[in-house]
């Protein structure tokens, strides 16, 4: 059961909490987290969007050519657990 595939909601849930942590380190560009990742373009750009789902309050802040996205609020996230889980976030997700 080990080996088993992560569903899609895990994997989409796990991104989401990765992403947010991501930007609330610092890596606050969509540029900086496909860099980070090598997620594409869009599947970044859609993640950030879908934060308000799970309750986390992230906003756009400067220009569009120099600014950056930072989290306000994580909501009912603990972002704790984010931090002493990150191996077992990117293993799911299989970042490295």
């Known amino acids: 059961m080990e080996n088993e595939k992560p569903s899609k909601t ?9 992403l947010a942590y991501l ?3 610092g890596v606050n560009t969509v540029p900086a987290i496909i860099n980070a990742t090598g997620m ?11 934060f308000k ?5 992230v906003e756009f ?9 930072q989290v306000n609020d994580w909501g009912a996230i ?8 990150i191996q077992q976030v990117k ?6």
């Open 78 to 85: 603990y972002k704790d657990w984010i931090e002493n889980n």
């Open 91 to 96: 293993d799911v997700l299989e970042y490295p």
């Open 10 to 18: 895990k994997t989409s849930f796990y991104r989401r909490l990765y």
């Open 61 to 69: 802040v400067g220009g569009t050519k120099n600014g950056v996205y």
């Open 40 to 50: 594409p373009k869009r599947t970044a750009q859609d993640t950030i969007l879908a």
């Open 53 to 57: 789902e799970l309750g986390i309050e």
């Open 23 to 25: 930007i609330d380190s």
